[in-house]
């Protein structure tokens, strides 16, 4: 196995390792943030500003994944 | 396929001015800015003039400006008025910079240039934001905003109190993970806006190369979406801090 074809396994490996996580995370806030705005619907302007800031945090970290892919593959 | 799409991480230098290289993405910002300078003086200009005669870009970015003011007063509440500017900067400049990739033309539209005695061809436009010094730019001034506004609230005492504790012993090993994590700060603003805004690039001329009719509408779509998005939270997280910053605990 050559250098080539390990680079490039492992550039689609780092991406969609890197997704799954933030996938999970991201999923689980959703379903928490639902639950309460279920259960307290006053408060829904408050719970939709702050889930949207704990997803940014989330996918921040499968965006540093996709940039180490793209890092790779272009240089 | 025998000619592969022209994608390169860093923004390539188009000319020289006295030794300062201008990449194609500072002028994509120079553009940007300008038009930020006339959409500002306009509405300066409006401003003064009787309220009947008013033309409608008056109120519309009255309207803009008065839906990101309640947003912010959730959060800041009363110091609202003093971070206003500042943030309010920050989401339009970030929000310009974004859709402005989107134009066609931008990363379209080639120039020749002649650099180690070859020629190739780049792209004469690209999104100020795909560039990870444009972003880093911007995450470094506002991670050092933030503590230079925490500074101006608090004292230089309660704002070296936030982080060392003398009464505390375990508070230097927590102060200084809290130094720490004010660093990874600047990475993590500086790294989600541009992986975002460059990763849709890149996703739009994989589209364009593929299936080159039509096939890039919907990521278009997604792409104003996105663009709008990161704007807002970049703005959000930056007023969260700061508002962590200035509040008296302890």
Redesign the interface.
């Known amino acids: 196995m050559n250098i080539e074809v390990i680079k490039i396994i492992m550039i689609s490996l780092t991406i969609t390792v890197g997704s799954i996580v933030p996938g999970l995370a991201i999923g689980k806030i959703g379903i928490q943030a639902m639950e309460s705005i279920g259960r307290n619907p006053e408060a829904e302007?408050?719970i939709r500003?702050t889930m949207?800031?704990v997803v940014?945090?989330a996918?921040?970290l499968a965006?540093?994944a996709?940039?180490v892919a793209?890092?790779l593959k272009?240089? | 396929m025998e000619r592969k799409p022209h994608i390169s991480l860093k923004a390539e230098k188009i000319f020289e001015i006295f030794g300062i290289p201008i990449t194609n993405s500072i002028l994509s910002s120079l553009i940007v800015l300008i038009l930020f300078l006339i959409l500002g003086l306009n509405y300066f200009r409006e401003s003064k003039k009787d309220p009947l005669k008013r033309n409608s870009l008056y109120f519309i970015v009255n309207f803009l400006l008065k839906s990101l003011y309640n947003f912010f007063y959730g959060v800041l509440g009363e110091e609202t008025i003093k971070y206003f500017p500042l943030l309010t900067s920050f989401f339009l400049f970030i929000l310009l910079q974004n859709w402005f990739g989107l134009i066609p033309g931008v990363g379209s539209i080639l120039i020749k240039i002649n650099a180690h005695n070859t020629h190739h061809f780049i792209p004469l436009l690209r999104g100020g934001t795909a560039d990870l010094n444009t972003t880093l730019g911007l995450a470094i001034f506002s991670v050092i905003f933030t503590n230079i506004a925490s500074i101006k609230a608090l004292g230089v005492k309660n704002y070296i109190a936030r982080f060392y504790r003398i009464k505390e012993p375990i508070s230097f090993f927590i102060g200084s993970l809290e130094i720490i994590s004010e660093f990874s700060k600047v990475i993590s603003f500086a790294f989600r806006l541009f992986g975002n805004i460059f990763a849709g690039e890149v996703l739009l001329t994989v589209i364009a190369f593929l299936l080159p009719m039509l096939a890039s509408f919907p990521f278009l779509i997604l792409e104003i979406f996105v663009g709008f998005i990161q704007a807002l939270v970049f703005t959000m997280l930056t007023c969260v801090f700061i508002s962590l910053g200035i509040s008296k605990h302890h």
């Open positions: 302007a408050g500003t949207i800031l940014a945090f996918e921040a965006i540093y996709l940039v793209l890092i272009f240089t």
